[in-house]
């Protein structure tokens, strides 16, 4: 599941990209799909983005927000899937954020409802119940609970060391209206303390997918989304597999992808 590289040169005279971006080397998640500023060490372009937003992709909404945007692959992916819908996004690095607003305007996208702050500062940008539906990959990890990674940027999205996961959804709670969904990927051994967050938040769980590398293995992420103020009752969904019996990707990931074969 690696993107791929395209190199767009502009001809003599010709516009330069959208957003106003000098031609060059973007990565794509596929042919013809959303073009994206080169990973890096710093920005790694995440699979577990490009799930979380198919995973998202059928919940609709007119106001839409990427909780801890990173470089803005999630971003740019509901802006894909939710075609002129209104795109708010928060990072609390600088760097990241801008580059999500390039991320945005290099497909065409707006920027303008990208914030550079503090998560925990929501209720003084935003009023209640203000989206439809919010989505977030946060950070992985409790603070102090292992090695952290060596590119601080990289440390700050895997561990929990500005926003806990009870922060987040009760950001999350707040913004949304009645019903608005939140979706989210997440570690497996959270699954339990996630519910309790949420439900605490008063988003009720309501749908579960388990994502497995093969059909035999134990999980390594899920995907949840929840509704606020929602009825008890949470449907689990068939797995998704990410490798077939010989290696390759499944048909999922090909669909997903939009690879030939889907």
């Given at each position: 599941?690696?993107?791929?590289?395209?190199?767009?040169?502009?001809?003599?005279?010709?516009?330069?990209?959208?957003?106003?971006?000098?031609?060059?080397?973007?990565?794509?998640?596929?042919?013809?799909?959303?073009?994206?500023?080169?990973?890096?060490?710093?920005?790694?372009?995440?699979?577990?983005?490009?799930?979380?937003?198919?995973?998202?992709?059928?919940?609709?909404?007119?106001?839409?927000?990427?909780?801890?945007?990173?470089?803005?692959?999630?971003?740019?992916?509901?802006?894909?899937?939710?075609?002129?819908?209104?795109?708010?996004?928060?990072?609390?690095?600088?760097?990241?954020?801008?580059?999500?607003?390039?991320?945005?305007?290099?497909?065409?996208?707006?920027?303008?409802?990208?914030?550079?702050?503090?998560?925990?500062?929501?209720?003084?940008?935003?009023?209640?119940?203000?989206?439809?539906?919010?989505?977030?990959?946060?950070?992985?990890?409790?603070?102090?609970?292992?090695?952290?990674?060596?590119?601080?940027?990289?440390?700050?999205?895997?561990?929990?060391?500005?926003?806990?996961?009870?922060?987040?959804?009760?950001?999350?709670?707040?913004?949304?209206?009645?019903?608005?969904?939140?979706?989210?990927?997440?570690?497996?051994?959270?699954?339990?303390?996630?519910?309790?967050?949420?439900?605490?938040?008063?988003?009720?769980?309501?749908?579960?997918?388990?994502?497995?590398?093969?059909?035999?293995?134990?999980?390594?992420?899920?995907?949840?989304?929840?509704?606020?103020?929602?009825?008890?009752?949470?449907?689990?969904?068939?797995?998704?597999?990410?490798?077939?019996?010989?290696?390759g990707d499944s048909p999922e990931v090909r669909r997903i992808y939009h690879r030939k074969g889907a």
């Amino acid at each position: 599941m690696t993107t791929t590289r395209s190199t767009e040169t502009a001809p003599d005279g010709a516009s330069p990209p959208p957003g106003g971006e000098p031609p060059g080397a973007f990565d794509t998640l596929w042919e013809n799909g959303p073009r994206l500023l080169p990973a890096g060490p710093a920005f790694p372009l995440s699979t577990d983005s490009v799930l979380l937003g198919d995973f998202a992709a059928s919940v609709r909404g007119k106001a839409l927000l990427d909780l801890g945007c990173g470089g803005g692959v999630l971003t740019v992916l509901l802006g894909v899937s939710h075609p002129g819908a209104s795109l708010h996004a928060v990072e609390l690095l600088p760097e990241a954020a801008e580059r999500c607003r390039e991320n945005l305007r290099l497909n065409g996208l707006s920027d303008a409802g990208v914030i550079t702050g503090d998560l925990r500062s929501y209720r003084s940008w935003w009023r209640a119940g203000s989206f439809d539906l919010a989505v977030s990959n946060p950070p992985y990890f409790p603070a102090g609970s292992g090695l952290s990674a060596p590119v601080p940027a990289r440390a700050q999205a895997r561990e929990e060391r500005s926003l806990t996961l009870d922060e987040l959804c009760a950001a999350a709670g707040w913004l949304l209206r009645w019903g608005g969904a939140f979706a989210l990927v997440h570690r497996p051994e959270r699954l339990s303390e996630l519910c309790c967050a949420m439900t605490a938040a008063g988003i009720e769980p309501k749908r579960l997918r388990l994502v497995q590398h093969r059909a035999d293995a134990a999980p390594n992420l899920i995907l949840m989304e929840g509704r606020r103020g929602g009825r008890p009752g949470l449907r689990l969904e068939p797995p998704l597999i990410l490798t077939g019996p010989d290696g390759g990707d499944s048909p999922e990931v090909r669909r997903i992808y939009h690879r030939k074969g889907a």
